[in-house]
């Protein structure tokens, strides 16, 4: 006899089927199919019949609601919106598992769906999966460090990558590891769902927070209980499109929190501005919107938070982007995209429907901003607000670690420090809590590992993607292409001012470069009858207090071109500037793009005849 019972994914693909079929009917006014899938499938569903017909039910319904209230208003979903629909990406361990056993990788929309454990499948950059990491502020302790640097060797390429969100990256995993990667993560306690795919990714904070002589509060906490929050909420899994939450705790370092989707600022009520809804004390203001990697930053709602009130805010802001963002369009599937539509009045009076409490606003002015930020406090050695104790800034290689050097950093931290490790959006490291008497035995250490904890101008504000030598997106080396650059520049010019220099090596913009002084975006660059690797260059970008998009100076350079192209702007801004404090930001939003150029042309003119 024929066995005609219906597997788990085709279940699940019935399931998601119908719940959307029923809930576009219910929007017209039309009968559903209620009922007519448990006969079908043999077991109860996760719908309910109620009297205006079949409506899903459980952490997964406000996705299906949302996607089938976009098809009853005549949108298509796009692709990545079918996949998660027919088949949820968080019930696919058994598939994951299986594929695993015969060395296979995924295909088709599978490869979308398994970023939501992770695990990306880099082809046709790398044939092999990369690993995304999650850890709550960027913190992790020197005995995950050790572990990390071991699955890096046992199951990787024997390095790992800390990211532009504080975070670590383990790459050249084959087909059969992905899942004994993940699994040997979680006993290091490390779980590393929703890292990747349409989820809330690593929640950034302050790299300084505890520890910071001019914070106003220590974030670490916040940014831990949103991210336990997001692993043990189900129905914040599968959004629109990727989230990014970070809070700024006011610190010398900033967290670059205006570039996320949710910023928190921390803010202080001073004694003459308080009122007895609003006593003296510290706040966060909320931020929404940021995305500079399609030109925009967050922007302040008015609303002034407890701490305590940050996560139930954030989430609230999520399941309204959630049941009304984009799911037709990726371009236009992000929170900013949503906030241009409605307005941010309409958009807050939809996010309150699932607040515990009322919004609460508050003039900007009656809020004590934060403190000035050290444009270099990511590198050396700094005091902390402890006394007699110091954090450690460690300059990186555009953010790459070698096993030996993890474990050696591991080690560093255990003997001078606390056994705690920093990582920050600059793709470097800190390692806190060294005594004043063992600064230079611990500099000592840091630099027989092959690394320092100081960086000339140029390197120190050295940022990377992965470029083409591991995503499929980008057009340039990026990483490889920097350490050209910073070459060139420290053997050729001094420079006594702070200088961010960022490549990306697509538009996705993975090293932020609109907010770099100095910004590269990939390119594929003719020369004569040939097509090279190269750039279009961006400059003026900042944050905070210098918050600006970069704008583009010159298009279409050779990448061998480039340290040349950026020496003439270094110089000329050398020689051009007002004075020896005026910094490169200042110097470039002073003046339009032609005269920057012009001020370039003598040297690359003469470049061009030597």
Not at 363 to 381: E, K, N
Not at 524 to 548: I, K, L, P, R
Not at 550 to 570: C, S
Request: net charge negative.
């Amino acid at each position: 006899m024929t066995d005609t019972s219906f597997t788990e994914d085709q279940t699940h693909y019935l399931q998601g089927f119908v719940t959307g079929a029923d809930t576009g009917r219910t929007l017209r006014g039309l009968p559903t199919f209620a009922g007519a899938l448990d006969q079908l499938v043999g077991k109860p569903t996760d719908l309910t019949v109620g009297t205006t017909g079949a409506t899903a039910i459980g952490p997964d319904a406000i996705h299906h609601e949302a996607q089938a209230r976009t098809e009853a208003e005549g949108g298509k979903l796009c692709k990545e919106e079918k996949a998660k629909r027919d088949k949820n990406a968080l019930d696919i361990w058994d598939q994951m598992n299986d594929a695993a056993a015969a060395a296979r990788f995924p295909k088709g929309t599978d490869v979308f769906l398994y970023k939501f454990h992770g695990l990306f499948y880099v082809a046709p950059a790398q044939d092999s999966y990369m690993a995304r990491l999650r850890f709550a502020a960027g913190i992790i302790n020197s005995h995950q460090m050790r572990g990390v640097a071991d699955l890096a060797d046992r199951y990787g390429g024997g390095y790992t990558h800390v990211t532009t969100r504080a975070n670590l990256q383990i790459r050249e995993i084959g087909p059969a590891d992905g899942v004994r990667l993940l699994t040997e993560l979680e006993d290091l306690g490390i779980v590393i769902r929703g890292s990747g795919g349409d989820n809330l990714r690593n929640i950034t904070a302050s790299p300084t927070a505890g520890i910071d002589t001019q914070e106003l509060i220590d974030t670490r906490p916040l940014a831990r209980q949103m991210h336990h929050h997001i692993l043990h909420h189900r129905e914040l899994y599968g959004l629109p499109r990727k989230f990014n939450i970070a809070f700024d705790g006011g610190g010398r370092i900033a967290s670059v929190a205006d570039t996320n989707d949710i910023a928190f600022m921390a803010v202080r009520i001073t004694e003459d501005h308080a009122t007895d809804d609003t006593p003296p004390g510290v706040y966060f203001r909320m931020e929404l919107g940021g995305i500079t990697g399609h030109k925009d930053f967050s922007r302040d709602t008015g609303v002034l938070l407890r701490p305590d009130q940050c996560v139930p805010a954030a989430t609230a802001v999520v399941k309204a982007f959630i049941r009304h963002g984009d799911r037709t369009d990726r371009k236009k599937a992000r929170l900013k995209y949503l906030l241009d539509n409605w307005g941010f009045e309409k958009f807050m009076a939809e996010a309150e429907k699932d607040l515990p409490f009322e919004w609460k606003t508050v003039d900007l002015g009656r809020c004590a901003q934060r403190g000035s930020v050290d444009h270099t406090g990511h590198i050396g050695v700094h005091p902390q607000k402890q006394p007699g104790l110091n954090y450690m800034g460690i300059a990186l290689p555009v953010g790459r670690l070698e096993t030996e050097q993890m474990r050696g950093l591991a080690d560093i931290a255990d003997r001078f420090g606390s056994g705690t490790i920093r990582m920050t959006v600059w793709q470097n490291l800190l390692i806190s809590d060294i005594e004043d008497k063992d600064i230079d035995a611990a500099r000592a250490a840091v630099e027989q590992l092959g690394l320092t904890d100081s960086a000339t101008s140029f390197r120190a504000g050295l940022i990377a993607c992965t470029g083409n030598a591991g995503c499929k997106f980008a057009a340039s080396d990026t990483k490889h292409h920097a350490m050209q650059i910073a070459d060139h520049l420290e053997s050729q010019l001094t420079l006594d001012q702070p200088l961010n220099i960022h490549l990306t090596g697509c538009h996705h913009s993975c090293a932020q470069h609109y907010i770099g002084d100095i910004g590269l975006l990939g390119a594929n660059v003719s020369v004569e009858d040939d097509t090279v690797e190269g750039y279009h260059v961006y400059v003026g970008g900042g944050h905070g207090e210098n918050q600006a998009i970069g704008r583009e100076v010159f298009r279409d350079i050779a990448a061998d071109h480039a340290p040349v192209v950026l020496e003439a702007m270094v110089r000329s801004y050398l020689e051009q500037r007002a004075d020896p404090d005026e910094s490169f930001h200042a110097f470039t939003n002073r003046h339009d793009i032609e005269e920057l150029r012009n001020y370039c042309q003598p040297q690359l003119t003469a470049s061009a005849r030597s």
